[in-house]
């Protein structure tokens, strides 16, 4: 089990709390709203109304200890900013700051934040490709224009093993691991030889658009 902590349990923080929570790890959720932390109570190790904006509050609720501090205070940039300096200067590990906008993301990368969250601009992302490419079943963006990309095996790769396929060399792609969904096994890192069949589902890395390009292929 991991100690996490939420600050801000906003519909962003509240929905991010309870999915840690039931995941089976322990979180700590703070808000200055004595109702959010009331909604958020069930469904979290501790619920506490208290401003994280104060260096003291952060220090005396332990939050060096947590294995990750999510900053989710909604549209007060300053705030956010605020709180995302304390967390660095008191030792956290790690720490993921949701943004207002993108100049925001860069103010709270200045100040301390391990990781950005843009939650809207990632889902509108997510949804359109999902929405162009009905073969992409998931799709994780890693570094500028990189992503892990969970696909159906198009028509083209099926009967083929890796070696003919030549994907790293023909579109600068690697499949890191295959899911035989009728075995229901994770094949990782699946050797040169292997043959895809119509039921695998391929999990890839590589540059989105070079994703796009061998999918359509």
């Given at each position: 089990m991991?100690?996490?902590?939420?600050?801000?349990?906003?519909n962003f923080?509240y929905?991010?709390a309870r999915?840690?929570?039931?995941?089976?790890?322990e979180?700590?959720?703070?808000?200055?709203?004595q109702?959010?932390v009331q909604?958020i109570k069930?469904?979290?190790?501790?619920?506490?109304?208290g401003d994280?904006?104060?260096?003291?509050?952060?220090?005396?609720n332990?939050?060096?200890e947590?294995e990750?501090v999510?900053?989710?205070t909604g549209?007060?940039?300053h705030?956010?900013?605020?709180?995302?300096l304390?967390?660095?200067?008191l030792?956290?590990k790690r720490?993921l700051?949701?943004a207002v906008?993108?100049d925001h993301g860069?103010v709270?990368e200045k100040v301390?934040?391990?990781?950005?969250?843009h939650p809207e601009?990632?889902m509108?992302?997510?949804?359109?490709?999902?929405?162009s490419?009905?073969?992409?079943l998931?799709?994780?963006p890693?570094?500028?224009?990189?992503s892990i990309?969970?696909?159906?095996?198009p028509r083209a790769?099926i009967g083929?093993?890796?070696i003919t396929?030549d994907?790293?060399?023909?579109?600068?792609?690697?499949?890191?691991?295959l899911?035989?969904?009728l075995s229901?096994?994770l094949v990782t890192?699946?050797?040169?030889?292997?043959?895809?069949k119509?039921?695998?589902?391929?999990?890839m890395?590589?540059?989105?658009e070079?994703?796009?390009?061998?999918?359509?292929?």
């Amino acid at each position: 089990m991991k100690k996490f902590c939420v600050i801000g349990v906003g519909n962003f923080g509240y929905h991010l709390a309870r999915a840690l929570y039931e995941n089976g790890q322990e979180v700590l959720a703070i808000d200055l709203n004595q109702e959010k932390v009331q909604r958020i109570k069930d469904y979290a190790s501790v619920a506490i109304q208290g401003d994280a904006a104060s260096r003291e509050f952060l220090a005396a609720n332990g939050i060096d200890e947590m294995e990750a501090v999510v900053v989710a205070t909604g549209e007060r940039s300053h705030l956010s900013t605020l709180i995302t300096l304390f967390l660095k200067e008191l030792g956290v590990k790690r720490i993921l700051s949701k943004a207002v906008d993108e100049d925001h993301g860069r103010v709270l990368e200045k100040v301390g934040a391990s990781e950005i969250i843009h939650p809207e601009k990632d889902m509108a992302i997510k949804t359109a490709r999902a929405m162009s490419y009905p073969n992409i079943l998931d799709f994780i963006p890693l570094a500028e224009e990189y992503s892990i990309t969970e696909a159906a095996a198009p028509r083209a790769f099926i009967g083929k093993d890796l070696i003919t396929l030549d994907l790293r060399r023909k579109h600068q792609i690697t499949i890191i691991a295959l899911k035989e969904v009728l075995s229901d096994r994770l094949v990782t890192a699946p050797s040169p030889d292997y043959v895809i069949k119509d039921s695998d589902i391929l999990i890839m890395l590589g540059r989105s658009e070079d994703i796009d390009r061998a999918l359509k292929s």
